[in-house]
């Protein structure tokens, strides 16, 4: 196991944000609860997140728990009230599904770092990743049923896409927990290593993926998300159209024109076939 200098980008009180060549790894930072989410922990991670997705510097997202048994055990039971979990300002929120929603629409790739239990709405958080990678230790599923939650969302019909609508069934029917191999198999995670190799294993594929072209890889993670998330999925890809647009002389001309108030000259781009 190598041992690398994270360096902290900012001190949060649930979470750990630091940054290692390239890389950004969100550590949730509740292993008393098993790394249980709460308002505080999903409204900080929603923050490190925008700063993950305005910072050129960062080119790969990791997503973790603290310690060796828990990814994350969901929503934390503690604060479960009416109508959501309850923050520190005693309004209820189910505010994980924002946190999904930026995990899906950052333009960079996000690894899920599996390093124990991945439960419930922690589960989902790593079925939302765009990658995962987990430790042999590593258990899977989902608890809602039992417990008197769901998610009918991402974490139903992506996880349909991943697995297959009858598995998806089963694991949100059945609530059974699933092994690191069952998970390898059934299409849940990409590959199972030893858990100290974890953290090599998962700075391996993002170095990897950091010597190919970013611009590729957000085209890619758009086209992939467009087909699944409809008119906002489309909108994600519309506007990496849009970006790459701009970068044209084609798309100059037309400002160029407008402030220098003559007639667009378009005559001359080529019509590619
Ligand atoms: C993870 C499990 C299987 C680990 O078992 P293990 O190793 O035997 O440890 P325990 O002794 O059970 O736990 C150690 C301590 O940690 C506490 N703890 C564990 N999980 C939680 C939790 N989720 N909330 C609060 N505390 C937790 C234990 O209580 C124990 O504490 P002590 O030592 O004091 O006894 C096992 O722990 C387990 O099954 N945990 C519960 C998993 C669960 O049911 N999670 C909730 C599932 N539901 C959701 O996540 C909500 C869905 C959701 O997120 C969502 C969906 C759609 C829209 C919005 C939302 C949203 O909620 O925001």
Same mark, same amino acid.
């Given at each position: 196991?190598?041992?690398?200098?994270?360096?902290?980008?900012?001190?949060?009180?649930?979470?750990?944000?630091?940054?290692?060549?390239?890389?950004? =790894?969100?550590?949730?930072?509740?292993?008393?609860?098993?790394?249980?989410?709460?308002?505080?922990?999903?409204?900080?991670?929603?923050?490190?997140?925008?700063?993950?997705?305005? *910072?050129?510097?960062?080119?790969?997202?990791?997503?973790?728990?603290?310690?060796?048994?828990?990814?994350?055990?969901?929503?934390?039971?503690?604060?479960?009230?009416?109508?959501?979990?309850?923050?520190?300002?005693?309004?209820?929120?189910?505010?994980?599904?924002?946190?999904?929603?930026?995990?899906?629409?950052?333009?960079?790739?996000?690894?899920?770092?599996?390093?124990?239990?991945?439960?419930?709405?922690?589960?989902?958080?790593?079925?939302? *990743?765009?990658?995962?990678?987990?430790?042999?230790?590593?258990?899977?599923?989902?608890?809602?049923?039992?417990?008197?939650?769901?998610?009918?969302?991402?974490?139903?019909?992506?996880?349909?896409? *991943?697995?297959?609508?009858?598995?998806?069934?089963?694991?949100?029917?059945?609530?059974?927990?699933?092994?690191?191999?069952?998970?390898?198999?059934?299409?849940?995670?990409?590959?199972?290593?030893?858990?100290?190799?974890?953290?090599?294993?998962?700075?391996?594929?993002?170095?990897?993926?950091?010597?190919?072209?970013?611009?590729?890889?957000?085209?890619?993670?758009?086209?992939?998300?467009?087909?699944?998330?409809?008119?906002?999925?489309?909108?994600?890809?519309?506007?990496?159209?849009?970006?790459?647009?701009?970068?044209?002389?084609?798309?100059?001309?037309?400002?160029?024109?407008?402030?220098?108030?003559?007639?667009?000259?378009? =005559?001359?781009?080529?019509?590619?076939?």
């Amino acid at each position: 196991m190598e041992t690398r200098k994270w360096e902290t980008i900012k001190e949060y009180e649930d979470i750990l944000f630091e940054f290692y060549n390239g890389i950004a =790894k969100i550590t949730i930072n509740r292993p008393r609860y098993r790394n249980a989410f709460t308002p505080t922990t999903t409204g900080e991670m929603s923050n490190a997140l925008t700063i993950c997705r305005e *910072c050129a510097d960062i080119s790969v997202v990791v997503i973790t728990g603290a310690g060796d048994k828990a990814f994350c055990s969901g929503g934390d039971q503690n604060v479960k009230g009416k109508g959501g979990y309850i923050g520190k300002d005693g309004v209820p929120r189910l505010s994980v599904l924002d946190v999904q929603k930026q995990i899906r629409s950052i333009p960079k790739p996000v690894i899920a770092m599996v390093n124990g239990y991945a439960i419930g709405g922690g589960h989902v958080l790593q079925v939302v *990743c765009d990658l995962s990678i987990a430790s042999e230790n590593a258990i899977f599923g989902q608890t809602g049923p039992r417990v008197g939650s769901f998610d009918a969302g991402f974490g139903s019909s992506y996880l349909a896409r *991943c697995v297959g609508q009858k598995k998806a069934r089963e694991i949100w029917f059945l609530c059974r927990q699933y092994n690191a191999q069952e998970a390898l198999q059934m299409g849940l995670v990409n590959k199972v290593v030893p858990l100290e190799q974890l953290e090599d294993e998962v700075v391996d594929w993002a170095e990897t993926m950091m010597q190919h072209s970013p611009l590729a890889l957000r085209m890619i993670k758009a086209g992939l998300n467009a087909e699944l998330d409809g008119q906002s999925g489309i909108q994600e890809l519309a506007g990496d159209a849009t970006l790459l647009y701009y970068l044209t002389e084609e798309a100059q001309e037309g400002k160029n024109a407008f402030l220098e108030k003559r007639k667009p000259d378009f =005559k001359k781009f080529p019509k590619f076939p």
